[in-house]
Structures are given as C-alpha cells and as structure tokens.
C-alpha cells in the first residue's frame, strides 16, 4: 500500500508562484509513474501533469503547460509541481497519484491517491 501525502497549497494571488509537494511512503517510489490532478467542485478531475518512475519523461496538460515543472527525487520519495504565473482559474484541490503501470493522463490510470491539497488564486 503507497501512501501519497500532499503539501504546498494555499492562498495565491494571481500571477504568483506555488509549490506542491507529494512525499510517499510504503512502496518503492522509484517503480512508479506519478501524476497530478486537479478537481473543482461539480467537475472532473483533470489531468495537471505526469512523470515517469526515473523522472526522464514528463507530459503537461493544455491547462499547466508552460507554466508548470514537474520533477522528482527518487532519493527523498517526493515529486514536485512548480506552478508559476497562477491564474484564478487554477483554483482548485490538487491530487498526487502513484501509478505502477505507468504514467498516463488517465485518472483510471493510478493505484493510489492522496487527500489533495486545496489551492486558491485571488484575482
């Protein structure tokens, strides 16, 4: 059982900077392809941003891209989303997932999932 703890949300203004944090813990969390999401209430969650177990591939969705970094140290057990330029838009809860069969933009696509990390921009 991989459990995803994340950290960094919280009031922003826009065109701030944020960054969120995913420390996991009871699996080996180099083997897994991790993911970010994001959900607001009465909509689906939607892909953020993915990474793959070693940290060489990353893929962004349309709504983060180019405004968002993605990276992880295998050796501390944590992935990182760089956030930038932060949009009300952006507003939303924010989830890290572990996927053992890869990385994907699928939600259906992870194992394991954290309690989210609630991020509001003011305008």
């Known amino acids: 059982q991989v459990h995803l703890v994340e950290s960094g949300g919280g009031l922003v203004q826009a065109g701030g900077s944020l960054r969120l944090s995913c420390a996991a813990s009871?699996?080996?969390?180099?083997?897994?392809?991790m993911g970010w999401f994001r959900q607001v209430p009465g909509k689906e969650r939607e892909f953020a941003a993915g990474?793959?177990?070693?940290?060489?591939?990353?893929l962004y969705g349309d709504s983060v891209k180019g405004r968002s970094t993605l990276s992880r140290d295998n050796a501390k057990n944590t992935v990182y989303l760089q956030m930038s330029n932060l949009k009300p838009e952006d507003t939303a809860v924010y989830y890290c997932?572990?996927?053992?069969?890869?990385?994907?933009?699928?939600?259906?696509?992870?194992?394991?999932w954290g309690q989210g990390t609630q991020v509001t921009v003011s305008s």
């Open positions: 009871g699996g080996t969390f180099s083997r897994y392809g």
């Open positions: 997932a572990a996927s053992i069969t890869g990385w994907t933009e699928r939600a259906n696509g992870y194992q394991w």
């Open positions: 990474i793959s177990s070693t940290g060489g591939l990353t």
